[in-house]
């Protein structure tokens, strides 16, 4: 396996991944945002060099398709030509409205910086796998909770200081909490959690940390400063004392092999050492308008997460004309455009929603999921997006906002790992049916790639005609259960 076709890595710049279009480059600006001129100027280089599709992420990194390997080195000289510096190494994550939101409890954008340069001085960022990633959430309108993360911290009030909550292995709602701590200690946690991951090595993640680990982590803050956090040895085994008046965490940090002591002059020669995101709703949809200081932001979707560049050049450049002065990537797939008046705010509104951008909360487009599927991926089985677009178009007014419908190219479940109320996955047989379950569930009934829209549509209907009065349409699906529903798939084939 070269390296373009390398699975489970992420596509950086300098890093490209081969998929069924060629290959796809991710880019994440360092400055957070990106001004219009240079939004533009990656559209076009993306007409120049790929096939024309951008994309934005579930977590708001923006990505280029259809490459070759010239081309790929081609773009990246541009962007450097651009200006745009891009990051690299572990994500440390921050909310699209960072440091601009009057209602964020702190700026979380130096504490992360802060956490940045600790990873890379510690020597992590090449011995972690690369979906270990970290979030510092301010709060605001636009939080993070629906973002899975290794290591979590938001910001919270403690009478009229902030602290930091702690938290490992998931995102706001399913996350284990740690401690409440100040910058400075939720640095030291953050960077001793990448740690211990990194001593179970590069696919491991703060799930696979030991209880033992997570109360050591807990009770971190009370006993040492980041200056003096054990290094993790050579030979793989943890770093502890027996000497009287030792923190407890010397002895805690990782798993003894062998319940011994490591030698000091060991740790001492040891020197210092995207994507699992789950496709969901953020709690505050980034779609519609915000409020900052003196000005409004515009929040709008890429269907699908998917746009030619064209449109997107056409809207930057209305932009750019409006003043707006930079966008920001958002996680939900969006594109944030600041600095905008009220008139300002709904013209570009009504250029969005012409140029087939969402730009509706309710928009069933927004409740379907959809990964490039063929032949955009080599993997895929069935053409996920016309699937998506035809349900949208036909059946959208039977979607309600408690019924996710994830359609998937393959059994990996790319776009939506977690579970969702209807999945259709492509597979030699054509569109399977998942009810209440993942793209990696056997499916419960079949039908052509071409129709699978129709059985869909089927379910939707039924649905609707068997809703009880105030019954989301996902509690009837629930009561109609797994077999009826994959009857009504598949019916009229």
């Known amino acids: 396996m070269n390296a373009f076709s390398r699975r489970g890595a992420c596509p950086a710049l300098s890093a490209p991944m081969q998929t069924g279009d060629g290959l796809l480059v991710r880019l994440n600006p360092v400055a957070g945002g990106l001004s219009l001129k240079s939004l533009i100027g990656l559209a076009e280089s993306a007409l120049r060099h790929g096939n024309g599709i951008m994309e934005v992420t579930a977590r708001g990194s923006l990505q280029i398709r259809g490459l070759t390997a010239e081309s790929a080195r081609l773009l990246a000289a541009e962007v450097d030509a651009l200006g745009i510096a891009v990051r690299t ?17 702190a700026d979380p954008r130096p504490l992360a910086e802060r956490i940045r340069v600790a990873i890379e001085e510690t020597g992590l960022t090449a011995r972690l796998g690369p979906k270990v990633s970290v979030v510092i959430d301010g709060g605001g309108q636009l939080t993070m909770d629906a973002m899975t993360a290794d290591v979590r911290l938001k910001a919270v009030w403690a009478g009229e200081d902030v602290r930091w909550a702690v938290s490992v292995a998931g995102d706001a709602l399913g996350a284990k909490p740690l401690a409440t701590v100040d910058a400075d200690a939720g640095r030291d946690i953050t960077v001793a959690a990448l740690r211990m991951v990194a001593e179970k090595g590069r696919e491991a993640h703060t799930r696979d940390l030991s209880e033992r680990q997570l109360a050591s982590l807990a009770g971190w803050h009370s006993f040492a400063p980041l200056s003096v956090l054990p290094d993790i040895s050579p030979s793989r085994g943890e770093i502890g004392s027996s000497g009287v008046g030792s923190p407890p965490l010397a002895l805690d940090i990782g798993e003894s092999r062998h319940d011994k002591a490591i030698s000091p002059l ?22 519609g308008t915000f409020a900052l200081t003196d000005s409004l932001a515009l929040g709008i979707v890429l269907p699908y997460g998917s746009m030619p560049a064209q449109p997107l050049i056409d809207l930057a450049t209305q932009a750019a004309d409006l003043g707006v002065p930079e966008i920001r990537l958002a996680p939900g797939r969006a594109l944030l455009f600041l600095d905008l008046s009220p008139s300002a705010c709904a013209s570009l509104q009504s250029s969005a929603a012409a140029l087939g951008f969402v730009n509706d909360p309710a928009d069933p487009r927004t409740r379907i999921a959809a990964c490039p599927g063929t032949p955009a991926c080599a993997s895929g089985h069935i053409a996920t997006r016309v699937i998506a677009e035809t349900i949208a178009k036909q059946s959208g007014d039977l979607l309600d906002a408690s019924l996710t419908l994830h359609v998937s190219g393959c059994a990996k479940g790319c776009a939506h790992p977690g579970t969702a109320a209807l999945t259709l996955v492509g597979d030699e047989n054509g569109a399977g049916l998942v009810v209440d379950g993942t793209a990696k569930a056997l499916p419960a009934g079949y039908r052509p790639g071409y129709d699978a829209a129709r059985g869909i549509a089927g379910i939707l209907a039924a649905l609707q005609a068997q809703r009880h009065l105030g019954e989301t349409a996902a509690a009837c699906l629930a009561r109609l259960g797994a077999a009826g529903i994959a009857e009504l798939y598949r019916r009229n084939q």
Do not use: H, N
């Not at 572990?90 to 939101?101: H, K, M, R, S, W």
């Open 266 to 287: 060991e740790g001492e020669m040891s020197g210092r050492t995207e994507r699992g995101a789950r496709e969901r709703q953020p709690a505050g949809s980034p779609i």
């Open 89 to 105: 190494g572990v994500p440390v994550e921050t909310g699209p409205l960072a440091g601009i939101d009057p209602q964020e409890i």
